[in-house]
């Protein structure tokens, strides 16, 4: 399976180097107001009826120590699948909690945020790796979604070229365009790849003189723009695909506090997973992501890093990152 950490190391490691300082766990948070836009009552309680899908709100894995970071809900075939910091296979997590190994890889090391390109059947994986080493690793994953082989791995690090000493890369998060091309953030290095379908790598943006800025998840707009999570500093990145240097912050009524995973729900809104505050939060734009509003609100408790959307549903993922053999947890989150 590649390079294998010991739990401990890699939950501590990644606590320092992937998701920054505010990933201890939280307490459990108050339920937020609910949004001007929130309906006048909350839904029932999610754990009594199941969601779209057939899945039921709340989903223990099976086994602890694999510590899932991304997941990702695979229309194309009706399943739940995860990554895995320790282990680097990619999981199906079954709605009784049960688990199937779909791709075991010897060059995954870490995986991180995973998509699922449904229309050109891959599976997209930001594979790292080398938690408190230098330099790191930074490639993608590319696997067939119908029999989860390897289709490309690409480096993306050997597009930085020389590293200045001391330098680590981190591939995080994973996002697909309407073209195919593949976009991947690297926390460390607070660049940008791009991967065109001929799975030839470039770095499409770099920040620099941000500082505390750490990239996190991304997703492409089909206008032709990227938006990009700045887990450091809680800021929302607006990156056009056809002019990359036009980047811009995007105006928000808020920091986004712990700002995580980002998935598009099916109502068009921008939904950020908080690793901090516990809760999800949907934004919406009227002037196309140069500001944001914020739609509505959703309470979790504990940490969670990203969600996947599974028809009207938001799942997020617990991987207990302080306890690397707690059974992880996936779970529906209601807005209110």
Do not use: K
């Not at 009552?41 to 970071?69: H, K, N, Q, S, W």
């Not at 620099?208 to 996190?216: F, T």
Request: hydrophobic content about 45%; some cysteine.
């Amino acid at each position: 399976m590649g390079i294998r950490y010991s739990l401990l190391t890699v939950a501590g490691a990644f606590l320092l180097t992937a998701c920054g300082s505010e990933m201890a766990e939280p307490p459990a948070p108050e339920a937020p107001p609910a949004a001007d836009e929130a309906p006048a009552e909350a839904a029932p309680p999610a754990a009594e009826t199941d969601g779209d899908g057939g899945l039921p709100a709340r989903i223990v894995a099976e086994r602890g120590g694999f510590i899932p970071e991304g997941v990702e809900y695979d229309m194309a075939n009706g399943r739940l699948l995860t990554g895995s910091i320790a282990e680097g296979t990619i999981f199906e997590i079954h709605a009784d909690g049960s688990m199937t190994a779909f791709v075991s890889d010897p060059d995954l090391g870490a995986t991180i945020g995973i998509e699922a390109d449904e229309p050109r059947d891959r599976l997209l994986v930001a594979n790292s790796g080398g938690f408190g080493e230098a330099p790191g690793q930074a490639m993608l994953g590319v696997f067939s979604l119908t029999t989860g082989e390897r289709i490309a791995m690409v480096d993306l690090m050997a597009t930085l070229g020389e590293l200045p000493d001391g330098a680590t890369v981190f591939a995080n998060d994973v996002t697909v365009a309407d073209d195919g091309t593949v976009y991947a953030t690297d926390t460390r290095m607070n660049v940008v790849y791009e991967v065109d379908g001929d799975y030839n790598a470039s770095v499409m943006h770099a920040f620099e003189g941000v500082e505390g800025m750490a990239l996190n998840g991304l997703v492409h707009h089909p206008d032709g723009y990227l938006l990009v999570a700045d887990l450091g500093n809680g800021g929302i990145y607006r990156i056009p695909v056809d002019d990359p240097v036009a980047a811009s912050e995007v105006a928000l009524p808020e920091p986004m506090a712990g700002a995580d995973g980002l998935v598009w729900d099916s109502a068009g809104n921008l939904v950020v997973v908080s690793n901090s505050s516990g809760m999800i939060t949907a934004l919406q734009s009227d002037d196309g992501w140069a500001s944001a509003t914020i739609a509505a609100v959703g309470p979790y408790e504990g940490q969670a890093t990203t969600g996947a959307v599974v028809g009207d549903d938001i799942y997020i993922v617990h991987p207990f990152f302080q306890d690397p053999e707690a059974l992880p947890i996936i779970e529906r989150v209601t807005f209110q």
